[in-house]
C-alpha cells in the first residue's frame, strides 16, 4: 500500500512545458517551464531539481536565453539608488523614519537630511506626516534601508499631491522615452515626477493635478487590460 | 483599528480642492459613488444583502433565535444589530476583540433601525412572557474604502426587508416574511478640506475632519444622529447637510424599493 | 454509525442526494481582485460555500517578538461570519478557528518562499461568509490564489479537497448532509505540480482499501480544481 500512495499528476496542470515557454504567455506560481540549462532562471523563476519553476503570477519574459516573469501585482521592494517618495512616520533626536511603501520603514539620519539640523531639532526641519523625495542609499540584508536626502532635486515636498500606482508600471509610463509621460504632462501642464516606490509627485494647478491623476488612473487600469490582451 | 499617519501634504491639497470646489476622485460635492445592492445572496442567512460604494464592500445577515422575553416587556421580541470589521477590510484593522470604530458602527445603524420602528416588536412575540423572536443582524464589512457607515445601514435594511421568519426550523409554525414597515435611510457627511462632503472615501476620511451620520426615515422623520471625530460645525453647516440628507435618503429608498421590487 | 445509518444517501444508481456521481466535486468558482483595497484577495465558491480571501503585505512583523530573523511568518486567520451557518456564530475566539488558521498557515508555509521576506509578516485573512462543508479546504485553497494574486513567490498553488465515506460508500467532496452523518472525512492539501502534500487530516473510520480510494479520489478532484485555479489567476483579475 506505501508505494501506492504515492501521488502521480500526470501533466495535472495541464500546462505542458513540451512546447517551452511563450513570450508574454501568463503564467501562475508552479508552472514548469522547461529543464534548466536551455533557460536561466531571472526574476520570479525558481530551479528545482533542475526544472524551471514560475513562482509569481504574471507575464513571462524571454530575453535571450534568460526567463523572468513581469508580475501582474507587487509591493515595493527598495534597492541601493532607487528614488522614491516617502513620508515622514517618526523621529528620534537624530533620526527620520521614513515610509517608503516597503515593508520596513527606512532610516534617514540626521546628517543625510535635507538641511542642517542640530541634535533634537529633527521635527523642524521635517516634521511627522511631511512627504520627502529621497534616494535609497543602502539596504541591508534584512531589508531595513537607509534614504538620503543629499543629491540632485532630492528635497522636501510641500506642494501639489502624490498619487500612487504599483511600482512595476512606474517602468512603462517611462517607455519610449518618456511617451506617456510627456503625453500626460503636456496636457495637464503639470510636473510630475515617477519614482521607482510606485508613488507620483504632481505639482501645478488643482484643475492640472486633477486631469493628470485621472490620465493616470486610466492608464493603470488599460496596463492590465493590455497585459490580459496579450494572452490571447 | 490603527490610526494611520496623515499625510500634511493630502490634507493640503484636499483644501486646495475644496476651494476650488473639487474633490479628490472627481466628484461633485453631494455625490455618491456607484452603489449596487444585491440581496438574499447567502444562502445560511434568513436574510442577507451585500453593498458595494465604490471599493467599499459590505455585506449584512440576518438570523433568528428564540428568545425569552424580558420580564417587563413580555409581548415584545428583539433587534440585535452588530457590526464586525475584521482585518480582511483593509491593513489598518485589526484581529481581536471588536474595536470601538466597530461597536460605534454597530449602535448607530442599530439605533436607526430600532428607533424608526419598521420592526414592530410585539410581532415577534409568540407567546407572551414565554417565547418570541430575537432578529440578529450581523454586519460584516469585506473592503474598507471610506464610508462603511452608510454602506451597513443600507445592507442592514435590505437584509432585514428579505429576511424570512424560520419558524419551521423552530417548530414554531409556517415561515413567514419579516414585516418590515419602513426604511430607514442612513446619510453621513465628512468635513473635508473645510466643507462638507457626502459619502467621504477613504482618503477624504484619513484627510478630513469630524463626520456627521443622519438617519432619515419614509417621512424625512430622524431617528438617529451622530457626529463622530474632532471637529467643530456649525448649526448651518448642520442645516445645510440635514436639506441634502433629505434628497439623498429618498434616492436611496428608491433604489432599496427597485431592489426589492415593491 | 451515530444512529444515521439509516439515512439513504447513496441511490440505486450510486448517484447522492444532489445528484453528483462519487467522484463528482460541487460547482466552484474563482474570482481574484475582490476585495479591492487588499494586496491580493480571491472570492471562491464551492457547492454553496462562499469564501472570500484577502492579503495584505508583506509588512513589518509585528510584535517585535513574532519576527523571525531569517524568514517571513504567516499570519493566517480563519473565520466565520456569523451568518454562515444554519446557527448564529457568535464573534469572537473559537478553537476550531484557531486549529484551522494554524494547519492552513502550516499548508503555505510549505510553498511560500519566506526567506525572501526576513523579519516581514504577510497576513492571510480566510473569510467564510457561508459555510456547506469542506471550508478548511475552500479556505486554503482560495489562499493560495489569493497569495499568487498578491503577487508574494510560491513554489506551487495548493489545492485542497476532501474524500470521505457515506452508507459505506467512499466519494469525493463531501456536502452538508454527506459531512454530518458521514463515516469518514479525509481532507488534503496538494502540490498540483509535483503530486506532493502540504495538508492532511482525517477523522472517522476507513479500511485500508477504502482510504486508498478516497486518497486516489482527492489526488484526481485537486487536477480539476486546479484548472479552475490557473484559469482564474491568467484571467488576472480584470474581465
Known sequence: MKARLVARLDNMSGNSSADGPQDSQIVVPGDNLGQFGRFEAGHGVLIKNNTLLATKNGKLMIDDNVLSIEPLHTTYTPRPSDLVIGYVEGCTNNIWFIDI??????????SLGPSKASFGSTRQVLDIGEAILCRVQEVEETHSSVVTM??????KISTGSIDEIDPHLIGNLSKNNNKLLREIKEESDCRIITTHNGRIWIDGDVSGIIKARNKLKNLSKNYNLLTDGGNE | MTIPMVSKLLRNHLRELALNDQRIDGRGRWEGRDVSLEVDILDRAEGSAKVTMGDTIVYAGVKFQLMTPYPDRPNEGGLMCGAEVRPVAGRNWEAGPPSAESIELGRVVDRGIRESGCIDVNSLCIIPGEKAWQVILDLFAISDDGNLFDAFALAAIAALKTAIVPCEKFE?????????????IMCSYHKVGNRFVYDANAQEELGGDERIHITLGDDNHVHSLQKGLKGIFSADEFAEIMERAKIKSSELRKLVDSVLGD | MGGYGDIQMID??????????????????????????????????WGTND??????????AHPRKIQRQDRAVLDVRYNMAPFSTSDRIRPGFNRRSREISKVTADALESVVLLELYPRSKIRVEIEVLCAEAGTRCVGLTAASVALADAGIPMSDLVVSVASGKVNDVVVCD???EEDNYGEADLPMGVLPNSGELVFLQMDGDLSPEEFQTAWDYNIQAASEIHKIMVESLRKGGVD
Open chain 1, 150 to 155: 543629499k543629491g540632485m532635486g532630492l528635497r
Open chain 1, 101 to 110: 511603501g516597503a515593508p520596513f520603514n527606512a532610516i534617514l539620519p540626521m
Open chain 3, 174 to 176: 463531501l456536502n452538508k
Open chain 3, 12 to 45: 440505486e444508481n450510486g448517484l447522492r442526494m444532489d445528484g453528483r456521481t462519487a467522484t463528482q466535486v460541487r460547482p466552484i468558482t474563482i474570482e481574484t481582485g475582490v476585495v479591492p483595497v487588499a494586496d491580493g484577495s480571491c472570492r471562491m465558491t
Open chain 2, 172 to 184: 414554531v409554525g409556517e415561515d413567514y416574511p419579516l414585516s418590515v414597515s419602513k426604511t430607514p
Open chain 3, 51 to 60: 469564501v472570500i480571501v484577502a492579503i495584505y503585505g508583506p509588512m513589518e
